[in-house]
């Protein structure tokens, strides 16, 4: 099983990106797909995550409201549209899979079992 992160890159406060994530070696329509992100002296935290549709989504409080998780499970994609970043937003983003189907709410790291490499997300102010 493979997840590829995509999409980073530097943007000024206020602007938007799109993280894509793409796995392969196996599908995923009935676990969370999730997005994390590290910052520099961090501990990873959690940003967004989704089990079927957006009717099944959570969010990170920082982010509600301007970050939307979606996925597409026709081609085991899962994406992030980030508007109104911020600097504080600036961090090395992940996307990860539960480890156990069906389950919402998850917000622990330690509960994904899938990583993606990761791609660096930088928000100049």
């Known amino acids: 099983v493979q997840l590829q992160a995509s999409g980073g890159g530097l943007v000024q406060a206020g602007g938007s990106l799109r993280l894509s994530c793409a796995a392969s070696?196996?599908?995923?329509?009935?676990?969370?797909m999730g997005w994390f992100r590290q910052a520099p002296g961090k501990e990873r935290e959690f940003v967004a995550a989704i089990l079927w549709s957006r009717g099944t989504s959570w969010y990170a409080g920082s982010v509600k409201g301007r970050f939307a998780i979606s996925r597409d499970n026709a081609k085991n994609m899962v994406y992030l549209q980030m508007n109104s970043l911020k600097p504080e937003d600036t961090a090395v983003y992940y996307c990860a899979v539960d480890a156990l189907p069906y389950r919402r709410g998850v917000i622990e790291y330690n509960e994904y079992h899938y990583w993606g490499q990761g791609t660096q997300v930088t928000v100049s102010s």
């Open positions: 070696g196996r599908t995923f329509s009935n676990y969370a």
